[in-house]
């Protein structure tokens, strides 16, 4: 138990969403005499409604928490509908959201416990006791994040689920020698699911082509300082996969590059 | 006393104005040996100088915090003029920022005690000890925001004021079968003031349509996924409200709904 | 020691980039039983890869917090090339980055301490150990912050340097007549160098006009309401320097007003 909570969704700071989560937690750890939590973003400008996009977020902003932090995330398009609200643990690290394949990548490495959100005193708005129908993440979801940091066992949280209660999101089309662009990240850096430790990544260890948008990008460089000019080019990114960028300048721009684009890496 | 100040501005996290704000608030609490405070962020990108939208904000954002929460806000146009300067607690939590309307909410639901920041020993930047003319955020409320987390006595913050201190905004000049639209959020959703808790909503709570910009819109639908087609649809927000929203799309840019616009609910 | 790390970057909140920073201290932290610290946001939103911007922002952003804090700023082009990482302090206030500029402006008030950052145990991505060339504010920065708020010795970090090590930004070239524009905020406002206690800031103290862009510019007025008409002025800003702003509008649009640009005070 460490007593954080990080949130994650698509709400943006705009508005008074996610403020209104946090005084959900606030108000459930007022109940717990002593407890001192903290409520951490990991992030809440994600695509709205794109719950691919928020997976792969989540996955690499989550990776390096201690055992007994709490995620809850909320990117929730069928919010009130008949998706399933969860709460999953895995390696003492547990996550709070909905059953709509955001939380499909824990299953992949190791067994994930996972429970169906349903006791009744986790819920409803701190004021009113009303559970919304459109905001799961203030009336289910935050309550239920702040009572399992504040330490209350995931079995209270409700009935036990199975993995496949988290959802799956369809695996991209790519073929054996192809990846997928994942992310576009600020500085206009393509990030792919390629990852340097696979058959693939190793037969470009030493150096090669790929093509991006029809484009050939050499690679790989060790740092974007060093590279030898301005033209795109790829190295292996901080996350163990292959990333395009090219120096003093947006990749993504310069190559047409889009999340869902799929590369080619000619055989030699 | 649970030692959290919330922030809320229209100073936007592009600049450093955010970051003093949260220096000031740490210098303070320095001064208070073994105190451990905790500075958290409702929102920072409240449209500039519009305090009408900041108080609809504020009221929604600040719902649900315990007692012994000081929420600081700025939104302040007036900043250096004549505009008071003001704490205020109602049912154990407290509010600090200018009497300009902001805070006026406050006074419809219950009776609110007010003091005028004038305690010489709480103002001034932390390293100068200067009062800037045109950043009361930094020098005056927040030195008294950190002070009143830190278990200071409202009444050291100054001398009594009243109600009227507060400010008030004037209301929207909606009839008897109107609403007005406050807020349009960043999934183009539409949120009005027409309280499901009403006269009007009651009337509406068996199903009906309002006109928006013209437009007739049906409802209730109970959630976002439920909605027979892309067509605009009204719902019961989750802040007790009716919201217009629709599947799939921005319902603000399909009518041409803004903050402001009224909606009439025709008599059946 | 306080055990707050601030976080200043370019990295943006739409990637992940900040949640993993934020994780690797959280992981350091995690191995220090009992300890609790926090990670504060100043911000992250500084333009891409300009230093001269981020020292600037830094320096306001971190003037009063108090000894014991571990300031980590990352704005770094260079990262994964020759330039020295680094830890400093000053005043028992320290800062983790790049020696690349962006801690120059420590050096000018006050003597520094620096160190190289090249302890073994305090590097490596928190699950994988491995030391990612392009991602020094998870993998090296993040693990040095969090030690040493967490009461490490900055003599732990690695072996002593020398002020050079921390770089320095060219100085703006302004003749004694002269001021430049620093900062574009939020609102419009623009923020120069021309502090108020120095030879021409005296001159300008009973009054007098700048020229911006060409356009003669009066003041100094006290507060944004009390100017006396739409047109923009100047006044002595919340950071001891002239600020040039327009009542009800924004001034650097109005006047063309952008970083760099040099302003005349014409000789009375």
Not at 145 to 157: E, K, S, T, V
């Amino acid at each position: 138990m460490n007593g954080i909570v990080t949130l994650t969704t698509d709400f943006g700071l705009r508005d008074p969403w996610v403020a209104e989560v946090r005084g959900a937690v606030a108000s459930v750890w007022a109940r717990y005499p002593g407890f001192r939590g903290q409520v951490v973003d990991l992030g809440h400008d994600l695509p709205p409604h794109d719950v691919r996009a928020a997976a792969w977020f989540l996955r690499r902003a989550t990776e390096a928490w201690p055992r007994g932090t709490v995620h809850l995330a909320v990117v929730d398009p069928g919010v009130g509908t008949e998706r399933p609200a969860v709460a999953c643990r895995r390696d003492g690290v547990i996550f709070v959201g909905p059953g709509n394949g955001l939380f499909g990548f824990l299953a992949e490495s190791g067994p994930v416990e996972v429970v169906h959100l349903d006791n009744p005193l986790w819920r409803g708005h701190p004021r009113t006791g009303i559970l919304s129908r459109t905001f799961h993440g203030r009336d289910l979801f935050a309550p239920a994040a702040a009572h399992l940091a504040a330490g209350a066992q995931l079995q209270q949280a409700g009935p036990p689920g199975c993995e496949a209660d988290l959802g799956k999101l369809p695996a991209p089309a790519t073929g054996s020698r192809q990846a997928a662009i994942v992310w576009i990240d600020r500085f206009g850096n393509a990030v792919t699911d390629l990852e340097r430790n696979s058959a693939l990544g190793r037969e470009l260890e030493g150096g090669g082509t790929v093509l991006a948008a029809g484009a050939p990008v050499a690679g790989p460089v060790t740092a974007y300082g060093s590279a030898p000019g301005p033209d795109p080019f790829w190295y292996w990114g901080s996350g163990g996969t292959l990333e395009i960028a090219a120096a003093g300048g947006r990749a993504a721009d310069l190559l047409g590059l889009v999340p869902g684009l799929v590369l080619e890496v000619p055989a030699t």
